[in-house]
């Protein structure tokens, strides 16, 4: 083989070059799984499965709003022998109490904005207003 | 060869002829027949449309929600007035905007010229004149703020409540243009800064939203009343039920009283009532 010296050296820098991402990824702290909160207060159930909840609570959370804004579907749904009325403020976060430790750690991993909160209270955002008056 | 091809243009334009008389051949043949079942299916729909056009308006059938301000126990009790409106707001996490052009309003009050303008006449009572009224969404049978929402934000329910989907709405405004009652905000800015005391069950609104009163539709699924009723309840200042029941309350005292509605002319058919 002509220039080996050259050559070898060479294809072992591109190798090491294409596959930076992965062994970046390996040794660097920049993105851990992320841990979301379980309830404070000890709550195992949920409406649903983890695994359905992790996937597909945006389709629950749009179709609790359409059943009881449109439809009349307001009913309550049990979970664990306690009541909860169709809600993200009045059934989700009635668990998981807090925004920050629950729904954001999974949503600025996967980057995604959602603008429930524009107009939602977190149960921190209602317990600055409350005593005053 | 000469015979041939006379034989064959005479052919040809045989069959031109039959192919291009075909379709009118086939439609004289039949029109008998289907001249006279359209004829006779055209007459039966005239007459069966006839006495809808021409009968009595049809009331909507079941539930419809409506209610009834008794505006002679308002009288002089501006106070009274101000707690209906309180109690609103406080549920709703209404913001309270001092001013014109951003301020926020489900309940609110109204000379009598501005909330009955087909009712006003010179040398009114000294009473239409001191007096303010309380004015909401009508929340009418025939609400052109839905005709007009392009996004369906918007909508009447089966009871009668004309409701809002925040969530939907996109800010255009077309439904404050269509309601003659002015009976709907638009949030030119973020609302939350002049929330005074946030109600943990209700969501508060976002920039670019329109809001209105919503017939407190949150509450009756909790077999509730309104804010505004039960704020003023020890007067039997307001009065809420259905419609369409003989045997309800509102139904008794509006058989039993006067009532007017705002601009009825319009023909929007409001549920909300008054007596003056």
Same mark, same amino acid.
Request: charged letters at 25%.
């Given at each position: 083989? %002509? ?14 070059? +294409? ?56 009913? /309550? ?10 809600? #993200?403020?009045? $059934? ?5 109490? /807090? ?9 600025? !991993?996967?980057?995604?904005?959602? !603008? ?18 | ?14 069959? $031109? ?17 289907? =001249? /006279?079942?359209?004829?006779?299916? @055209? ?21 419809? #929600?409506?209610? +009834?301000? &008794?505006?002679?126990?308002? %009288? ?5 007035? &101000?707690? =209906? ?24 009050? $109204? ?7 087909? @009712? ?11 007096? &303010? ?19 369906? $934000?918007? %909508? ?5 409540? +004309? ?10 405004? *077309? ?5 003659? !009652? ?19 069950? *209700? ?33 039997? =200042? ?15 005292? #509006? ?10 002319? #319009? ?6 009532? %008054?007596?003056?």
């Amino acid at each position: 083989m %002509y220039n080996k010296g050259t050559i070898i050296p060479g294809l072992a820098i591109f190798v090491l070059f +294409v596959t930076f991402p992965l062994w970046f990824n390996a040794f660097s702290t920049a993105s851990t799984v992320p841990k979301p909160e379980l309830p404070p207060g000890g709550e195992k159930e949920c409406v649903a499965s983890s695994a359905e909840m992790r996937a597909s609570h945006m389709v629950l959370l749009n179709e609790w709003r359409d059943g009881v804004l449109r439809d009349g579907k307001r009913e /309550s749904v049990t979970v664990d022998g306690k009541k909860y009325r169709k809600g #993200l403020q009045m $059934a989700c976060m009635q668990c998981h109490t /807090s925004k920050e430790k629950f729904c954001d750690t999974c949503h600025e !991993y996967a980057s995604v904005d959602p !603008y429930c909160w524009d107009c939602h209270l977190t149960p921190e955002v209602a317990a600055i207003k409350k005593e005053t008056l | 060869m000469d015979k041939q091809r006379r034989k064959f243009l005479k052919i040809a334009g045989a069959t $031109a002829l039959a192919g291009i008389s075909a379709p009118a051949v086939v439609k004289l043949t039949s029109s008998a027949a289907v =001249a /006279s079942s359209s004829n006779s299916t @055209h007459s039966s729909a005239a007459e069966v449309h006839k006495p809808a056009a021409h009968g009595a308006e049809d009331a909507p059938a079941g539930v419809r #929600l409506g209610l +009834v301000v &008794d505006m002679r126990k308002f %009288y002089g009790k501006p106070e009274l007035l &101000d707690k =209906a409106i309180d109690a609103c707001h406080k549920v709703h996490n209404v913001p309270q905007i001092d001013n014109k052009k951003s301020e926020i309003k489900w309940v609110w009050k $109204a000379p009598f010229e501005n909330v009955f303008p087909e @009712h006003s006449n010179s040398h009114a009572s000294k009473i239409k004149k001191e007096n &303010d009224f309380l004015v909401l969404c009508n929340h009418c049978d025939e609400p052109p703020c839905v005709r007009v929402c392009p996004t369906q $934000a918007t %909508y009447r329910l089966p009871n009668g409540i +004309v409701a809002m989907d925040f969530h939907r709405c996109i800010g255009c405004r *077309f439904c404050m243009m269509g309601c003659p !009652y002015g009976a709907r905000s638009f949030n030119w800015e973020n609302p939350r800064p002049y929330i005074k005391e946030y109600n943990p069950d *209700f969501p508060s609104r976002m920039r670019g939203v329109v809001e209105k009163c919503n017939f407190c539709g949150e509450r009756i699924a909790l077999g509730k009343e309104p804010a505004c009723l039960e704020a003023v309840k020890e007067s039997g =200042a307001i009065v809420f039920g259905d419609l369409n029941d003989p045997e309800s309350e509102i139904r008794k005292l #509006l058989d039993r009283e006067n009532t007017i509605q705002r601009k009825p002319s #319009l023909g929007t058919k409001p549920s909300v009532f %008054y007596i003056v």
